[in-house]
């Protein structure tokens, strides 16, 4: 089954480009117009990835994710912005907000394509990592009484010298929270998160936010 994109833009030939293009790369689209509607189909299909405006009737992109990231089930959801809203601030304010890439109109399809096929494979791969230790320690389904059968493999923890409070953000990050989100479970401002969440990334040599939770779940950083 083909893995699903949300697409939410309220230009009609952005959204129709975005959504052709990812469908002949084998994705299944779901074009919508405007943020209101765009809420209510993320809960109707769970889509894998969100492409999405920012300016919109209705619901701009920025409530938009933000609604998104307070459920449970799409805290770690792929988020893409694709804007013309293209300042300083406002790519802050997504990053907060817990979009994983930000993407200036005019853009080229190609590589909104290549950006959405790696944060897809980040996320499966995460997801995969999640199945593993959720089955760790626990007898494989539907195998015989005494079947020998290989346990999965756990990475061994890494050594890796985090603060205490470095430890507290990347426990709560790994939840899929934004940075305020993380500030407010802390009492730490946004700001603050966010040189921890730099310097966790030093730390482990990893890119981007998703690469870090990865991390961290394969090297046990986290419980």
């Given at each position: ?217 394969e090297h046990q950083l986290v419980k």
């Open positions: 089954m083909p893995l699903t994109i949300l697409v939410a833009d309220d230009d009609l030939g952005t959204r129709l480009a975005v959504s052709d293009y990812l469908a002949i790369l084998g994705y299944e689209t779901i074009p919508v117009e405007d943020g209101q509607k765009a809420l209510a189909l993320v809960n109707q299909y769970q889509p894998h990835l969100i492409v999405t405006d920012i300016t919109m009737p209705y619901l701009d992109g920025y409530e938009f994710v933000r609604q998104v990231r307070r459920q449970p089930a799409f805290r770690l959801l792929p988020v893409i912005f694709l804007t013309e809203r293209t300042n300083t601030e406002d790519r802050i304010r997504g990053y907060q907000l817990g979009c994983d890439a930000y993407l200036p109109k005019p853009f080229e399809l190609a590589e909104l394509g290549a950006v959405v096929r790696n944060l897809l494979d980040r996320a499966q791969m995460i997801e995969s990592e999640w199945r593993v230790r959720l089955r760790s320690g626990e007898a494989p389904s539907g195998s015989a009484v005494g079947t020998a059968e290989k346990p999965p493999q756990v990475v061994s923890p890494l050594l890796i010298e985090l603060t205490c409070r470095e430890r507290d953000v990347l426990a709560v990050l790994v939840e899929g929270l934004s940075n305020g989100q993380i500030g407010d479970r802390l009492h730490l401002s946004p700001r603050t998160i966010e040189k921890y969440v730099s310097s966790l990334l030093r730390k482990t040599e990893t890119n981007n936010r998703a690469d870090l939770v990865r991390f961290a779940i």
